[in-house]
């Protein structure tokens, strides 16, 4: 079992910089991908990013691509999500998870409770 806790989320304007972090716990990580989904009020929840087990591969959906950064640290079974020029619409509560290298929810077999992202204009 692994147990997931996101933290760094706030309130900020647009233009400005969160980084959220996700430590795991139970085992370590480093056996799986890890990936930043995040589901605002009223809509399904959206793959963010994702990285592989190594850290060498990433994937970004398109909406975020060039302004968030996912990167790890194993040896602390830690995950960080950089989020440079938010956007109103960056908007929603944010998950970790802990699975497979896809973007789809059900790859992932574990999940934080969620971290508010509020970004104002």
């Known amino acids: 079992q692994v147990q997931l806790v996101e933290s760094g989320g706030g309130l900020v304007q647009a233009g400005g910089s969160l980084r959220l972090s996700c430590a795991a716990s139970g085992r370590s990580i480093s056996v799986y991908a890890m990936a930043w989904f995040r589901q605002a009020p009223g809509k399904e929840r959206e793959f963010v990013t994702a990285?592989?087990?190594?850290?060498?591969?990433?994937d970004y959906a398109d909406s975020v691509k060039g302004r968030f950064t996912i990167s790890r640290d194993n040896a602390k079974n830690t995950v960080y999500l950089q989020m440079n020029s938010l956007k109103p619409e960056d908007t929603a509560v944010y998950y970790c998870?802990?699975?497979?290298?896809?973007?789809?929810?059900?790859?992932?077999?574990?999940w934080g409770q969620g971290t508010q992202v509020t970004v104002s204009s």
């Open positions: 990285i592989s087990g190594s850290g060498s591969s990433t």
């Open positions: 998870a802990a699975g497979a290298l896809m973007r789809i929810t059900t790859a992932y077999n574990y």
